[in-house]
């Protein structure tokens, strides 16, 4: 959803380079503010007096900052602040294998739809084409309809609604490049078609895969909190932002915090990144274009 | 979203106290009604009379939205709310367990002659002075029409039960019709006073499609309200029928508004935007603070549901009585009545609901005591494990438990029934699904671990559980009933073949009695607490009686007016 | 073009093909069915289900089912739905104005403020107001839709006071400005995300076109500002502008189901929640069939029209 906005712009170079460092200063906020959720969410639960899934039911909706509880706790008298570590790990994670995932799939589909060309592109592309037609979320409560909730199926769901336009890119990127004289070298030298697939042309659009897979995660990571918030997602009692937020629904008048938390949470790191992918495309390619 | 909250059935399914003696010698287990106490909030109410033309309107927010209008067709709770608005039975259960006439004119018996004694011949008096909102007037092949629609084999009827028995329909005069039943039925007493509403014939004998057709989103009926128009999505308006045969209409108005979101259903119940929280009505968390609001009474009424744990009693562990018994001790009832419930439900130890006459009362009480449970399942031979979970002969004590996902107050009850076994070496592990999916095949074929969920156990409200406890009921082995745990006992299916053929009150009393006692020490289920609900009046709409016999509050609201 | 136009619609076709038969055969793996909630009461013996299931043609083999929903969706017979029987298009139909209404009034409000801010964004490159923008459009972008509607029924219905928590209207009012009233917070959430997405485009586009030679020849030329902007960047500025509106479509559409969610608004976002929950596959297909025609139909505007307007394109 948030990947759409992409610009080409062209700059005059004392421009660019002012342009290129301003950006990349968000971008590198962004990489801090990632690596530091990323730790946090690896250690931070270790650092705290409390188990994220330890309820004390006589405890229940204490405010933040009041006694041991930083960030207070939830309906069931947990620490918000250790489920919001927890639940970082699931949300992050989740984030990294589904953008995993949606590479994997859109380099191969696009890699063979490019290579290919003729009918197996065309049939190949046309199916991106067709999923693309589902609204992302009308997509995702469908197969989430199709499946039992958990981490897993959450993953690949999110996945198999996010590889379509990286299978575009490489697509388009490969079929360009097959045509040059490396690929055209790398026949006459006798390689199998999957090896100059896979090891001379995707590498060729590595830049653009990049990218994509930056801003990939902060799709999913949003899609997760989507998907948990319409009570598809992950499953109690373990913590994910976007359940915590779902369960926080209806506390949101007597204890706000709940719904807060996890929240900017999730804002805060897809923002960031955001950010970063914003950055790492001006960095490696300012001219390059990602539908 | 549908859910198995319990406030479903047939209804209470009742029969007349005066004739309940005659009812009996019919031959099938019949029942007397459930009774609720009189209530506090009866009382509360200022004395005043109901004004002489409909005045005023009454909004009613539903958490779900209304979509069947053919009230012969399948439909939810949610559903009947307008029904009993648009269209009236031959007779209705009150809220004290009593059949009350409405199309008849009087409800049947033997005494009077409605009934032949071997309950095979039924005849029915109806009133004449009855007419259907166009101004037809309503006559005995009205009924006719709709018994034989509902056997129709191209009608999607909700359920033939009982109505497949019904032959040689004769209509005997305009208010007047005879009808012999293939085999005695007594239930059927209570099937047609409970969802079995009369449609009219002269509109519905013209359709092409029984299924589809004008009717079904613009229904005729003989109702205290017409029907006045539908927003998809939003709203549902009702206007007063001004002929109507009953008591009432006293507002001019209905409005049914869909509210999908029970704080959003709050908010406006607070703000006055609303009359009445319908189904579903106020969450427990709100209501606390929902009692103080000036100008706002809260009710809370129980319903013949029952909250349990429901264990596969031929999964794994389960099948343990010992494992069962350990279970149910290491349950902190009292913390999840406290406080994920705000201390509003009752705690039960049956399936029977507390008002109903064949309650038993004696049954041993819950404890939650831990060490009691350790001390069982090291006795039975559960040893403790890697990581703390006991085994016995490659067993493990491991087990998922499953709810509708998104109902909040049962997610968190799960969690705390993880911390509270986990601490005796049972680890459970939620798997929660969307309604469409946990009660189609995963429920009905036993393909579950464990559940939670609220059933209204009672076979209309007779106490009679064949289908849910009998040992030929059960779906997965292709049984034709409810009976999803997989129970089996040769002393439970005594007890139901004996108190099916007993008559007298006292006898079936002591039958069910033993019977409930019997479920209670097996352990076919682990009870929380009795089903309830809590809904939002706005002071001075007076009339609002719930009635634990219907599956819906807002069933009588021709009786309803505005101070 | 008119061959152009011609294959496009071929393709287009055979594309709703494909997402007709993707999203039946998700909809039909499905665990669970539209008679699962009736199940779960002891309303219905299994007996009655498995006559019900029959009666509704639920029973016969998938591709027969298939290819039965198919043949009469092609002579405009879209089915009925499960629940209150009426046609699938007129289902839809009725819960339409409430979602166009979301749509149209944050699409107006996102395209004026998202222009002017990307316009002023360019033309101020850089300046404190730039940055502002830049950062707050991409936070835009990062806050998940439903969180930022909670956030605002907190802080303008529950603390204040000041908006309605949710509903398109009072019941028995109805005005106008009732209907403002409700309006105004789902369509504000909605607008959010749709005025950064129009303001990125804006500004790149903006500045795509201030950079290029003719610009700079009119400016070389003494030209005044206000006519550059005017009569030469904004018109050029605004062309790719059209495409922006195509393919926004389905993001657009998805917001409103989130947007409708949280503020229980009664459209086809609602109808499409409610009717997965209940499995109510007419339904369910008919919103997939009209949303994936719209999102096509959406795309393939933008692209002729932005062959029409602008002659560099070449097509073919």
């Known amino acids: 959803m948030a990947t759409a906005a ?177 690929a055209v070298a790398a026949l006459a030298f006798g390689s199998s078609n999957l090896r100059i697939m896979f090891r001379e042309l995707v590498p060729n659009a590595i830049a653009p895969i990049v990218v994509a897979a930056t801003l990939n995660v902060a799709k999913a990571i949003l899609l997760e909190s989507y998907v948990s918030y319409l009570g598809y997602g992950i499953q109690p009692p373990a913590a994910s932002w976007g359940n915590m937020l779902n369960n926080a629904q209806i506390y949101l008048t007597n204890a706000p915090w709940l719904a807060i938390a996890p929240g900017l949470a999730i804002t805060l790191a897809v923002t960031s990144f955001n950010f970063l992918g914003d950055g790492l495309r001006d960095a490696l390619d300012p001219r390059m274009n990602i539908p | 979203m549908a859910d198995s909250t319990g406030r479903f059935g047939v209804g209470g399914l009742h029969f007349g106290i005066p004739n309940r003696r005659q009812f009996f010698q019919l031959g099938a287990g019949a029942a007397a009604g459930l009774t609720l106490p009189g209530h506090a909030f009866a009382q509360s109410e200022r004395p005043s009379n109901p004004p002489d033309k409909p005045r005023g309107q009454v909004i009613a927010a539903l958490s779900q939205e209304p979509t069947v209008f053919h009230p012969l067709m399948p439909g939810i709770e949610v559903d009947q709310g307008v029904w009993w608005q648009v269209f009236s039975l031959l007779w209705y259960i009150d809220p004290a367990g009593n059949f009350v006439p409405d199309l008849a004119r009087e409800v049947p018996t033997i005494e009077n002659g409605g009934l032949s004694a071997d309950g095979l011949t039924w005849k029915i008096k109806l009133r004449s002075d009855v007419k259907w909102h166009d101004g037809t007037p309503f006559t005995a092949d009205d009924v006719k029409f709709s018994l034989e629609l509902i056997n129709d084999s191209n009608f999607r009827a909700r359920s033939r039960v009982g109505h497949s028995l019904v032959k040689d329909i004769k209509v005997v005069a305009a208010d007047e019709i005879h009808w012999r039943m293939e085999a005695p039925y007594s239930p059927y007493m209570s099937i047609l006073g409970s969802l079995t509403f009369i449609v009219p014939k002269h509109i519905l004998e013209k359709v ?356 | 073009m008119a061959r152009y136009v011609v294959n496009r619609l071929a393709q287009a076709i055979m594309l709703l093909v494909i997402v007709s038969a993707i999203g039946f055969a998700i909809l039909h793996l499905a665990p669970g069915g539209p008679l699962s909630q009736f199940a779960a009461s002891a309303q219905m013996t299994q007996e009655d289900l498995d006559r019900v299931t029959r009666q509704l043609g639920l029973d016969r083999p998938l591709p027969i089912q298939y290819l039965d929903w198919f043949g009469r969706m092609l002579k405009g017979d879209w089915g009925r739905s499960y629940r209150d029987g009426e046609a699938v298009l007129s289902v839809i139909s009725s819960h339409l104005g409430a979602t166009l209404e979301l749509m149209a009034t944050a699409t107006i409000i996102a395209v004026l403020l998202g222009c002017w801010i990307g316009i002023l964004g360019a033309l101020r490159r850089y300046s404190l107001f730039d940055t502002l923008a830049t950062v707050g459009a991409m936070i835009a972008l990062s806050i998940p839709t439903f969180w930022f509607g909670l956030v605002t029924i907190y802080v303008f219905s529950v603390k204040l006071g000041w908006l309605p928590a949710g509903n398109r209207e009072t019941v028995g009012d109805g005005s106008l400005l009732d209907l403002l009233h409700h309006l105004i917070a789902p369509a504000m959430v909605l607008a959010l995300v749709e005025t950064a997405m129009w303001g990125r485009f804006m500004r790149s586009s903006m500045l795509e076109v201030i950079n290029q030679d003719y610009i700079r020849t009119a400016r070389a030329k003494g030209m005044p500002e206000w006519r550059i902007l005017t009569v030469h960047a904004l018109r050029n500025a605004l062309l790719p502008m059209i495409t922006v509106a195509g393919l926004q479509f389905p993001t657009l559409l998805g917001g409103a189901l989130v947007a409708e969610t949280v503020f229980t608004w009664p459209g086809m976002g609602r109808l499409f929640l409610d009717s997965i929950g209940y499995r109510d596959y007419p339904v369910v297909m008919g919103i997939l069939m009209f949303s994936a025609t719209m999102v096509l139909i959406g795309s393939l505007l933008a692209d002729i029209l932005y062959a029409v307007v602008d002659p560099r394109i070449r097509v073919g």
């Open chain 1, 6 to 182: 992409l610009s080409t712009v062209q700059l005059a170079p004392g421009q660019a380079a002012w342009r290129r460092f301003r950006r990349h200063r968000l971008a590198l906020a962004g990489g801090v503010i990632i690596l530091v959720l990323v730790l946090g969410s690896a250690f931070g639960p270790y650092l705290l007096p409390f188990d994220d899934t330890y309820i004390d039911i006589m405890k229940r909706f204490a405010p933040p900052l009041s006694g041991a509880h930083i960030l207070g706790t939830d309906e069931l008298g947990r620490d918000v602040l250790a489920r919001l570590m927890m639940g970082a790990r699931v949300s992050l994670s989740i984030g990294f294998v589904a953008m995993m995932i949606a590479m994997a799939v859109g380099i191969v589909v696009g890699a063979f739809a490019g290579f290919y060309g003729g009918l197996i592109g065309a049939i190949l592309m046309r199916l991106v084409d067709a999923v693309l037609c589902f609204p992302t979320i009308f997509l995702l409560l469908a197969l989430a309809a199709l499946t039992e909730p958990g981490l897993v199926t959450t993953t690949v769901l999110i996945a198999a609604t996010a590889w379509m336009a990286v299978a575009r890119v490489v697509e388009a990127q490969v079929r360009s490049l097959r045509e040059r004289e490396f």
């Open chain 2, 208 to 563: 092409s499609d029984p299924n589809a057709s004008p009717f079904h989103n613009a229904p005729v009926g003989t109702g205290p309200f017409r029907w006045g128009e539908r927003v998809p999505g939003d709203h549902i308006l009702l206007n007063a029928h001004t002929g109507y045969h009953g008591k009432g209409p006293y507002v001019e108005r209905v409005v049914f508004k869909y509210i999908p979101d029970l704080t959003v259903l709050y908010t406006q119940f607070r703000t006055g935007q609303v009359d009445y929280t319908g189904l579903q009505g106020i969450l427990p968390n709100f209501v606390q603070e929902a009692k103080t609001l000036k100008g706002r009474k809260i009710v809370v009424s129980s319903t013949s549901s029952v909250e349990h744990i429901a264990p596969n009693l031929e999964f794994g562990p389960f099948a343990d009585r010992a494992v069962r018994e350990a279970l149910y001790l290491a349950i902190n009832k009292q913390a999840i009545i406290d406080a994920l419930y705000y201390g509003l439900p009752t705690q039960t130890e049956s399936f029977v609901p507390q008002q109903a006459w064949s309650f038993q009362q004696e049954l041993s009480q819950h404890k939650y005591d831990p060490a009691k449970a350790n001390a069982l399942l090291d006795a039975a031979g559960w040893v403790r494990g890697a990581g703390g979970v006991r085994e016995k002969g490659g067993v493990k004590l491991e087990f998922t438990n499953s709810t509708t996902s998104g109902n909040a107050a049962r997610e968190q009850t799960q969690q705390l029934l993880i911390q509270d076994w986990r601490a005796i070496g049972a680890a459970m592990r939620v798997n929660n699904m969307p309604a469409a999916v946990i009660w189609g095949d995963f429920w009905q074929q036993s393909k579950f671990n464990s559940v939670i969920v609220g059933v209204n156990f009672m076979l209309g409200s007779d106490p009679d559980v064949t289908p849910r406890f009998g040992s030929g009921a059960i779906p997965a082995k292709g049984g034709r009933g409810y009976n999803t745990y997989q129970y089996q006992s040769a002393e439970a299916d005594r007890l139901l073949a004996q108190g099916a053929k007993q008559f007298d009150l006292a006898q079936r009393k002591a039958t069910y009695g033993e019977l409930q006692k019997l479920i209670r020490n097996d352990l076919a289920i682990l009870p929380l607490f009795q089903g309830f609900i809590a809904e939002g009046v706005k002071e001075g709409l007076q009339g609002f009686r719930p009635n634990i016999n219907t599956s819906i509050n807002c069933w009588n609201i021709r009786e309803w007016y505005w101070a």
